[in-house]
C-alpha cells in the first residue's frame, strides 16, 4: 500500500480519492453535525426579530430587517435540505460556505442598521465565528473564509459605523474576534489533521488485515490422524473411500505433485536392463 500522505496546509488528503473516502466514512456523523449547526443558526436569525421592531417599529426599514432575515431563513432552509439528501460531499460543501457567507451578509446588513451605541449583538457575532470553527465539519479554508469575513465586517462596522462606550469596551471587541479567530483556526486545523491520521492509521491496518487473509487462504494444512493403508499407502477420507496419497493431499492443501524415482527405485526396475546400465556408466 502507498504512503498516504496529509496535506498540512489544507489539513486533507493530498490524494482526491482517499480524502472521498475519508468524507464518506464520516458522511453520517458530519451531516447530522453540520444540520444541527446550521439549525442553531436559525435561531439567531428568528429570534431577534422582535429586537427589529423595538426598534424600527412598522417602517420600511423594518420591512427591509424581514426581508433579508426571511432570505437568509429560506436559504439555511434550502442548505439543510440539500446536505440531509445530497451525497455529494465537494459540493454540498461549497453550498455551505456559501449559506454562511450569506448569514455574513445578512449580519453585516443588520449591524448597519442598529444605533450607532447598540453593541449587543458582537457577543454573539462570536459565537458565530466559533461556530464555523467548530461545528460545521467543513473543509479547513471553507471554515476560515466565512469567520474572517464575518470578523472583517463586524471590525469594519465597529470603526466606522459605531460609538464604543470606553476604551476597554474597544479593547475588548478588538481581543474577543482576534483570540476567537486564532483559537478557532488553531483548534480547526488540529482536528483536522488529528481524524485524517486516525482514518490513515484505520486504512493501513485495513491494509495489513487484508494481506494477512490473502496469506492465511494460501495456507491449507493437514491436521489430526490420517487413516493409511500400512500395504498400499491409500488414505480413507472422511466418508469412509480410499484414495491414492496424492490425490487425498492435493484434495486437501495447496500442495500438487510431479512423479519421478529414486535410485533405489530405479535399480529395482531397471537395474537388469541394457540400457540402464550403459546410462549408469556414461
Request: charge should be neutral; glycine fraction near 4%.
Amino acid at each position: 500500500m502507498d504512503k498516504i500522505n496529509i496535506d498540512k496546509i489544507s489539513a486533507s488528503f493530498r490524494s482526491k480519492k482517499t480524502e472521498l473516502s475519508y468524507r464518506m466514512n464520516f458522511l453520517s456523523s458530519d451531516r447530522r453535525q453540520t444540520v444541527m449547526a446550521l439549525l442553531l443558526l436559525l435561531i439567531p436569525v428568528l429570534v431577534f426579530i422582535p429586537s427589529d421592531y423595538f426598534l424600527f417599529g412598522y417602517s420600511s426599514d423594518f420591512a427591509h430587517m424581514i426581508l433579508a432575515r426571511s432570505f437568509a431563513i429560506i436559504f439555511l432552509g434550502a442548505t439543510i435540505f440539500t446536505v440531509i439528501k445530497s451525497e455529494n460531499v465537494f459540493t454540498t460543501d461549497k453550498l455551505i460556505l456559501a449559506s454562511l457567507m450569506i448569514n455574513c451578509c445578512l449580519i453585516l446588513y443588520i449591524n448597519l442598521g442598529r444605533p450607532s451605541d447598540y453593541l449587543q449583538n458582537s457577543m454573539l457575532d462570536i459565537l458565530i465565528v466559533f461556530t464555523a470553527y467548530f461545528l460545521i465539519p467543513n473543509r479547513y479554508f471553507f471554515q476560515i473564509i466565512p469567520a474572517i469575513t464575518l470578523t472583517l465586517f463586524n471590525l469594519y462596522v465597529f470603526l466606522f459605523h459605531k460609538e464604543a462606550a470606553t476604551i476597554v469596551t474597544s479593547i475588548v471587541f478588538w481581543f474577543s474576534y482576534i483570540f476567537a479567530n486564532i483559537i478557532g483556526m488553531w483548534t480547526a486545523w488540529h482536528l483536522h489533521i488529528y481524524r485524517r491520521r486516525q482514518f490513515r492509521t484505520q486504512l493501513e491496518e485495513r491494509a495489513v488485515t487484508e494481506k494477512l487473509q490473502i496469506a492465511m487462504g494460501e495456507i491449507n494444512t493437514l491436521q489430526g490422524i490420517l487413516p493409511i493403508c500400512a500395504k498400499c499407502k491409500k488414505i480413507r477420507d472422511d466418508k469412509g473411500s480410499w484414495n491414492q496419497l496424492e490425490s487425498y493431499i492435493e484434495c486437501h492443501s495447496e500442495a500438487h505433485f510431479s512423479h519421478g524415482l529414486c535410485l533405489e527405485c530405479e535399480e529395482t526396475l531397471y537395474g537388469d536392463e541394457e540400457w540402464y546400465r550403459k546410462l549408469k556408466v556414461d
